[in-house]
């Protein structure tokens, strides 16, 4: 019995490979030495922020606000640090600049990691004019002490699951407007009410892979933007027209006869379809920062990272 994946590759429609030619290689070799500057600026508002506030409730009192751990933990995931390692390397910034200010040690940063949330900010976007919302996912996996004691001591361990990590791109001003991170068995379409949920102003064109091609999809960006959004979702091979697709069309109904008439790549040039290629840059971006794995399987702090980075 053939597996449904391979199944699927086979009517997948192959696209060639697009070739691309480097013309400015000054600019290019300077964007290259540019990834290697380290520059880290702290506005005199961070600093100020720091000190956790007092708080009236009987307790101990926190010393290290939110933002100060999230700076520390941020660090670690762009460098790839242990706690310890991060500590560390947080005193010498501080020293290095002159800042008097304390440095949670590693026992703090750990205990602390757990549950950490920020209040979410508004996207500057939203207030520019509708955006042009892309949406994609990617894979990213969970190295803990499972995979530790198969490598090192051949032993069989329980098997990590995987997280998935959900972006949503806003071509007009280039900024993540959404981002969410979920179990592995939590479908595209499934994760897109929750980025929806983010997003405080109007959607004008809605662009996603054959992933999230279906009514349901379609039914929730009507409701959330009107019918006014434009959506761009490729049909895999074998779509077919509606019934009603002679009197009258759907959108996906038009998008099904001009790649039978016209073939997928004019498709994908008439209805922008291509501008996609930019969300999935910016998965290339964030792996490229935190990696393919995950330093920590609580969603919570792997979520912040990808909201807040």
Known sequence: MDHP?????????????????????????????????????????????????????????????????????????????????????????????????????????????????????????????????VVDSTGLKVFGEGEWLENKHKTKAKRKRWRKLHLGLNLVSGEIVCSDLTVDDVGDPTALPGLLDQIGGPVEKFIADGAYDGTPTRDLLATRFGEIVEVIIPPPKTAVASPQSVLVPSVRDRHIAEIQTKGRMAWQKSTGYNKRSRAETQMGRWKAVIGPKLISGRLPLASVFCRYF
């Open 5 to 133: 994946a391979a199944d699927i590759a086979d009517r997948r429609e192959k696209i060639a490979k697009q070739k691309y030619q480097v013309t400015n290689w000054p600019a290019y070799n300077e964007s290259l030495r540019q990834r290697g500057d380290l520059t880290i600026w702290v506005k005199d508002e961070a600093l100020s922020l720091w000190t956790a506030r007092r708080r009236t409730s009987r307790g101990g009192q926190p010393k290290y606000s939110d933002l100060a751990i999230t700076l520390c933990l941020t660090l670690r995931v762009v460098y790839g640090l242990a706690l310890r390692q991060t500590q560390g390397l947080m005193r010498s910034v501080a020293a290095l600049m002159g800042f008097d200010i304390a440095v949670p040690d590693f026992s703090t940063l750990s205990r602390r990691s757990k549950g950490l949330a920020l209040p979410s900010t508004k996207s500057r976007a939203t207030t520019s004019g509708p955006a042009h919302l």
